[in-house]
């Protein structure tokens, strides 16, 4: 879904299926993109990162995408589990060596 | 390894007080301390960057005699919120890094705030 102001985006999935989480970027300069995980009333919890250098990499069960011509990046899960349910945020570097920039995020609902 | 705590969980104040909350690395030095501010079905707001032994550096809307931040140790960062207010309630998140200039961020499991 597109976020509009206050609303999260979100994606709702049957368990077993496979999630696409999107996230446009505005920061051509940005070098470096992770994709964190954040559970109800917790932190982000990291879960795959990639370099400008690369348009794919993969972890378990996850996969991310970088589309520098369009400033898109995207996780994919592999056979979503009720535990994936959490919101997800895309954060970039902007091109500095230290600060994240967080994007909206998108709440991922695995139904049983 | 790389785990960052914070304490309290939770907190409620009253309007006008202040409130400090204590965010620790755990299991490793951390050069450089991030706190965040998360309001509800929002994303995360960096607010400060603090470096141990100096002055923090705070975003551009954050008012830093509101905001005080301490680094005084490799291990230890606090995060100060002095006469509070209803619109101060949020979620504040912490994270650390154990390189200077590195990417990677280890986050703290958050402190709920809420000032009535």
């Known amino acids: 879904g597109e976020s509009v102001g206050l609303h999260l985006p979100t994606l709702s999935v049957q368990e077993g299926d496979n999630s696409i989480i999107n996230c446009a970027y505005s920061?051509?300069?940005?070098?470096?993109f992770i994709w964190y995980k954040q559970e109800s009333g917790k932190g982000p919890q990291f879960i795959i990162d990639?370099?400008?250098?690369?348009d794919k990499r993969q972890g378990q069960r996850v996969t991310v995408l970088l589309n520098k011509t369009v400033k898109h990046l995207s996780l994919q899960i592999a056979a979503t589990q009720p535990g994936d349910s959490a919101v997800y945020f895309c954060?970039?570097?902007?091109?500095?060596?230290?600060?994240?920039?967080f994007g909206k995020g998108t709440l991922l609902t695995v139904n049983p | 390894g790389a785990v960052v705590s914070q304490h309290p969980s939770r907190v409620i104040c009253k309007s006008g007080t202040s409130v400090k909350i204590e965010c620790r690395s755990l299991?490793?030095?951390?050069?450089?301390m991030f706190w965040y501010r998360q309001f509800p079905k929002q994303s995360l707001m960096l607010m400060a960057t603090?470096?141990?032994?100096?002055?923090?550096?705070?975003e551009q809307g954050v008012e830093k005699d509101k905001f005080l931040i301490n680094h005084a140790s490799l291990t230890l960062s606090t995060l100060t919120v002095t006469s509070a207010h209803p619109e101060d309630s949020s979620f504040y998140i912490c994270?650390?890094?154990?390189?200077?200039?590195?990417?990677?961020?280890?986050f703290g499991p958050g402190t709920r705030l809420t000032v009535t």
């Open positions: 994270s650390a890094s154990d390189r200077t200039g590195a990417y990677e961020q280890y």
């Open positions: 920061n051509s300069a940005s070098d470096y």
């Open positions: 990639i370099r400008s250098n690369m």
């Open positions: 954060a970039e570097n902007g091109g500095s060596n230290y600060k994240l920039t």
């Open positions: 299991d490793f030095q951390a050069t450089t």
């Open positions: 603090s470096n141990e032994g100096s002055k923090a550096t705070y």
